[in-house]
């Protein structure tokens, strides 16, 4: 598992108390390979692992942001998976566009935030993290809806141009971040419709066999940070290892 990265390496986890983020916890957990594993997320996430140790803030906030960086300092990080991300959110009424009579501007900003901007915050965050020369994976879960290019559908206004925004943030911040660390890759990822709270009142249109469990995709994903180094920092890739049109 990540062989890029060295015996004893230090993976920091956003989005921890999430179905795609937490499996992604236990995949790493299940290997002997890390020495620290770091869950970040709103609430309290536990493992009966003592390599692992949760932060409860909330990175959305510039508080959250600056807490995280105070409490890492400038320790190194290798692996960063970033698993948060939203689609809809029924206490404040938060769900997909059907048309252009469903926008609103309050829903599109809190969905852009989220999704796009706090990634690109969460990277300012740790820059003292992740300089240097050690080798460094950040996996950010995008989405294949975000692709411009490969939109027959339409509608889910939010979600899809937040994503387009994520994948562009990222990609932007792959050419700077490879000045801050030539070792580092940053990468993109479409996880495929995954079981969680995030596509549960979506799941009855996935066609049989296409739900996959968060376990089979954090182990998938994992796979596919594995078999990427800088030359392919800044790209967008599926769950199975192939590109995605922009
Ligand atoms: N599930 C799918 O089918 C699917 C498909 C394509 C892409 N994705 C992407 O995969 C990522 C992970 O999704 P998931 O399926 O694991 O969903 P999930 O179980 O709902 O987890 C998403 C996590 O994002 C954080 N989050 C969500 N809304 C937030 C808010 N308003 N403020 C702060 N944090 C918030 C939360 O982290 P904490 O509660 O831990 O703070 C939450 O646990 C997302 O970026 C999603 O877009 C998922």
């Known amino acids: 598992m990540l062989t890029r990265l060295p015996d004893g390496f230090t993976a920091l986890v956003t ?61 190194a990080l290798h692996l960063v998976f970033n698993a948060i991300g939203m689609l809809h959110d029924a206490s404040s009424g938060i769900a997909p566009e059907k048309k252009l009579d469903d926008l609103d501007v309050e829903a599109m900003t809190r969905l852009f935030h989220v999704n796009a901007t706090t990634p690109a915050l969460l990277l300012k965050a740790l820059q003292g993290n992740l300089k240097g020369r050690h080798p460094v994976t950040f996996g950010s879960l995008s989405a294949r809806v975000g692709s411009i290019g490969d939109n027959p559908l339409g509608g889910w206004y939010a979600y899809r141009a937040s994503k387009a925004a994520h994948n562009m943030l ?77």
Do not use: M
Request: cysteine-free; glycine content about 8%.
């Open 15 to 75: 989005g921890a108390s999430g179905g795609i983020g937490g499996a992604v916890i236990d995949a790493l957990l299940a290997s002997d390979r890390p020495d620290r594993v770091i869950g970040v997320s709103r609430y309290t996430t536990h493992r009966e692992d003592d390599r692992f140790s949760s932060l409860v803030l909330d990175i959305t906030t510039d508080a959250g942001l600056e807490e995280l960086a105070r409490k890492l300092e400038d320790q």
């Open 170 to 246: 990222i990609r932007t911040a792959a050419i700077e971040v490879r000045r801050l660390n030539p070792n580092a890759t940053l990468l993109s990822l479409h996880p495929g419709t995954t079981d969680t709270p995030l596509s549960l009142p979506f799941q009855s249109r996935v066609p049989e066999g296409k739900l996959f469990t968060p376990a089979f995709v954090a182990q998938r994903l994992l796979q596919v940070l594995d078999h990427h180094g800088p030359e392919d920092s800044g790209s967008f890739l599926d769950w199975d290892d192939a590109s995605i049109l922009w």
